[in-house]
T-cell receptor
């Protein structure tokens, strides 16, 4: 079984400061990892993904994430936060090793509410 | 181009009634997914279609839930004998093919309230 943990329900950061939203995962094989953002009354928007290769992945809106296999983590980062980054962030995992249809499903964490203070 | 659309955006029904939720995926996307998101939680997988067939329905909670995609495009999630515990936001997503590497694109969801 695959699972994701987002240990922080809420993260507050001042505008202009760096931000980190934490994610750890558990899969049987190798993971495909994703970050999505959800604004109020809107669907989830894809930010970035790790499939293979470079451990540092760059995505939309200046976000990046670092894959750390030994720590089974995929933390989301941004060097300088904006007030407009305030939203609900979800980490998701998919197990590479699955060969059946169930391999296609994403397993999501419970989300982290990011608030960037002006 | 147009994204994933879902109708209705809100649905209020009474316990025991039947409801249908519709999803219109991005044109050309062969894979379609349904998820359910309860308050304060991440989305939970319900069912995955590749083309017209349900490739994985392991997330459907019980036999009151059923989904179809008869022509490989639009999908309908059907819930019989609704219960108050079915209240949630139902999300639909689509992707190009069913490869595990591709990202899924989500619709805005249908908020279902069972009174």
């Amino acid at each position: 079984a695959q699972s994701v943990a987002q240990p922080e329900d809420q993260v507050n950061v001042a505008e202009g400061n760096p931000l980190t939203v934490k994610c750890t995962y558990s899969v049987s094989g190798n993971p495909y990892l994703f970050w999505y953002v959800q604004y109020p009354n809107r669907g989830l928007q894809f930010l970035l993904k790790y499939i293979t290769g470079d451990n540092l992945v760059k995505g939309s809106y200046g976000f990046e994430a670092e894959f750390n296999k030994s720590q089974t983590s995929f933390h989301l980062k941004k060097p300088s936060a904006l007030v407009s980054d305030s939203a609900l962030y979800f980490c998701a995992v998919r197990d590479v090793r699955g060969s059946s249809g169930s391999a296609r499903q994403l397993t999501f964490g419970s989300g982290t509410q990011l608030t960037v203070l002006p | 181009g147009a994204g994933v659309s879902q109708t209705p955006s809100n649905k209020v029904t009474e316990k025991g009634k039947y409801v249908e939720l519709r999803c219109d995926p991005i044109s050309g996307h062969t894979a379609l997914y349904w998820y359910r998101q309860s308050l304060g939680q991440g989305p939970e997988f319900l069912i995955y279609f590749q083309g017209t067939g349900a490739a994985d329905d392991s997330g459907l909670p019980n036999d009151r839930f059923f989904a179809v995609r008869p022509e490989g495009s639009v999908s309908t999630l059907k819930i019989q004998r609704t219960e108050r515990g079915d209240s949630a936001v139902y999300l639909c997503a689509s992707s190009k093919g069913g490869s595990g590497t591709v990202e899924q694109f989500f619709g805005p969801g249908t908020r279902l309230t069972v009174l």
